[in-house]
């Protein structure tokens, strides 16, 4: 397991996966190279919130961006407002303690169902924090799909690594 984050210009930009604990207080470790990175930035708080059972975690900057984006949407659509109460509604601004914990408060916990393990995968422009059980069952489904589903398998030929 490697967890990297690396610095694009003034952008972060979060790779990698690692495992830790998630403590009974409901704190867990934001991966040291990710906290550098936000450090040297500038930027050492991070937004998570509620998304596709699991937290999404933004860099200050990056929050910002999300921010100016759902902005543009217009305010008289229902489902807009509805995914607005729900995204928005579950974000929370939190600084890593001196170890490098963030606090995850209790509703966005039981909605990650965030108990003991969790795994934190790098996203690019966000990192998420999973349950490891959630994250196990995500990662298998995935192995299986990338074998048998022929748009998928095409999509990920498409890609130029």
């Avoid at 589903?149 to 999509?155: E, G, I, S, W």
Wanted: charged share 30%.
């Amino acid at each position: 397991m490697w967890v990297k984050a690396v610095s694009n210009g003034a952008a972060v930009i979060f790779r990698g996966r690692h495992e830790y604990t998630i403590d009974l207080k409901g704190r867990v470790n934001i991966p040291s190279p990710f906290r550098e990175l936000l450090k040297g930035s500038g930027q050492e708080s991070v937004t998570i919130t509620n998304w596709d059972n699991c937290i999404y975690g933004y860099s200050a900057e990056g929050w910002e961006l999300v921010e100016q984006k759902l902005s543009k949407m217009s305010s008289t659509d229902l489902d807009r407002n509805d995914f607005l109460r729900y995204f928005l509604g579950g974000s929370v601004e939190v600084v890593p303690d001196k170890q490098g914990r963030i606090l995850v408060p209790p509703a966005l916990r039981a909605y990650a169902a965030l108990e003991k393990d969790v795994v934190i995968i790098g996203m690019i422009k966000r990192f998420e924090i999973w349950s490891a059980e959630r994250w196990k069952d995500v990662f298998t489904r995935f192995e299986k799909k990338k074998l048998e589903d022929p748009v998928l398998a095409q999509l990920i030929a498409s890609i130029e690594f």
